[in-house]
């Protein structure tokens, strides 16, 4: 199973995949000014939860990218079952390879998604300002260090982490400027790590004689030693308003 196939299995209880909440997603929204028919596309839009609170909070019309099929599917039953087709389109591809048109969204946003360009944070801001429409926002959703006193041994395994005095010079380096702040609550984290482990159990007691269940019982493993041993002590993670400077 890779990476993907696991994360279908443990986050069946998760709406939001991120350690966030609701109320900052839309928090977030108000401040980048979503209003009736803003425009929204969203990288790595997992099962479209965001673009779904913001319709429903705004009445956005948005389209989320997700390479996943699972997703794509769970995100697009979820947009169905609550009547939002003609809000919201899911379109299943690579996010950093989606051809959009520049300068036509009012909002772009990538919420903990910015590995899927290979420059990580700096390549997605990149690419998400050209989509937006002048006078336009950025939301990004990102990890970083929480000190700098993380053990090499961690450090060297997420090597894409960074601090937040980095994030906030990539952002500057591409013109852009910090607005909002949403810092997430060690609530938030243990909410979404939680989750995480909950769904893998579950999914193990429901399946005694699946062949995968070795490797899921090691990423269950691997997600709870992560977590209680470094993730807990050293991961931050935000929600970031940008806009282009004057
Ligand atoms: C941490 S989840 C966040 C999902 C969603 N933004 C949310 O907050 O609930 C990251 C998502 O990125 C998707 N993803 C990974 N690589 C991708 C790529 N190259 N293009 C598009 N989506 C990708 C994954 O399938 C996953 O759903």
């Known amino acids: 199973m890779n990476f993907l196939e696991l994360k279908n299995i443990s986050e069946r209880y998760l709406d939001l995949v991120n350690p966030t909440t609701p109320e900052k997603i839309l ?13 929204v596309i969203d990288f790595g839009c997992g099962y479209g939860e965001e673009l779904i609170l913001w319709v ?16 794509c599917e769970r995100a697009r039953e979820k947009i169905k079952v609550q009547g ?12 950093s390879e989606y051809k959009f048109e520049p300068q036509s969204y009012d909002i772009a946003t990538c919420i903990g998604a910015t590995f899927c360009w290979k420059g990580g944070f700096q390549d997605a801001v990149r690419e998400m300002k050209r989509a937006i429409k002048p006078g336009g926002y950025l939301i990004v959703g990102e990890a970083y260090w929480l000190h700098s006193d993380v053990p090499v041994e961690f450090a060297q395994r997420e090597q894409s982490i960074t601090s937040e005095r980095e994030l906030l010079r990539m952002a500057h380096a591409e013109g852009l400027e910090l607005i909002y702040v949403l810092h997430s609550s060690h609530d938030d984290w243990d909410h979404y790590e939680s989750e995480n482990l909950h769904g893998l159990s579950d999914w193990l007691d429901e399946n ?3 062949p995968a269940r070795e490797e899921v019982i ?23 308003v940008l806009k282009p400077s004057v």
């Open 218 to 240: 090691q990423h269950l493993h691997e997600s709870q030693e992560e977590y209680l041993q470094f993730g807990r002590e050293h991961f931050g993670w935000a929600l970031y």
């Open 56 to 71: 429903k909070e705004f009445g956005i019309t948005g389209i989320g990218i997700d390479i996943r099929p699972a997703a």
């Open 27 to 39: 928090t977030a929204g108000r401040v980048a000014g979503m209003k009736k028919d803003s425009r």
């Open 208 to 210: 005694p004689t699946q």
């Open 84 to 95: 939002l087709e003609n809000h919201i389109e899911i379109v299943c591809g690579n996010a």
